[in-house]
């Protein structure tokens, strides 16, 4: 049974929120997020901090972001339904099918909600595999870890694009859109800071985006 939630309306959270890394640096690299968060310098925040290991740091990046994402969406089930966004769109430009190379090889459209559904299973599933995200301090990364990561931000910009063109006026009745401008913010600065994706993919915001990095 999926942890999506779609079932029950009033959940705020689609499944569990993902601890940091716990073998690794990253329970100490979580509290560096929340204190370097916690004084409002976002460019700062998202740096790497000296001495520590890139791949920890984008490891540890990586579920807190699938966290944000993960409950900012979470607040939307009510109204992003199959019948309100029959497709995973970013206004009227841009629509983004599901593909894993796995169980799901060839594109294909779904709604919204299937999207992401699919995605938070899909990044759930690297974020639990070991091979992937190493749990044992020491452990290596794969020599592949930056592209899954990459892919990983890639698509979960998908998330944030389809917020804002298709649910934004609803995150302002709910009085969110500040909570999802600062979150969106240290997203891009983060994935910028890292060069996690392409400017291409960043189209369908790129005003946004060029207001934040600029």
Known sequence: ???????????????PKKSAPTGSKGAQLQKHIDATLGSGNLREAVKLPPGEDINEWLAVNT????????IMFGTLTEFCTPSNCPMMTAGPKYEYRWADGVTIKKPIEVSAPKYVEYLMDW??????????FPQKLGAPFPSNFRDVVKTIF???????????????QKIVSLKEEAHLNTCFKHFVLFTWEFRLIDKAELAPLEDLVDSIIQ
């Open 123 to 132: 990044i759930e599933s690297q974020l639990d595999d070991e091979t992937i």
């Open 63 to 70: 579920v807190d972001f699938f966290n944000q994402v993960n």
């Open 154 to 168: 890639k698509r979960l910009f998908r998330v944030y694009a389809h917020i804002y063109h298709s649910h934004f």
């Open 1 to 15: 049974m999926s942890l999506f939630g779609l079932g029950s309306r009033n959940q705020k959270t689609f499944r």
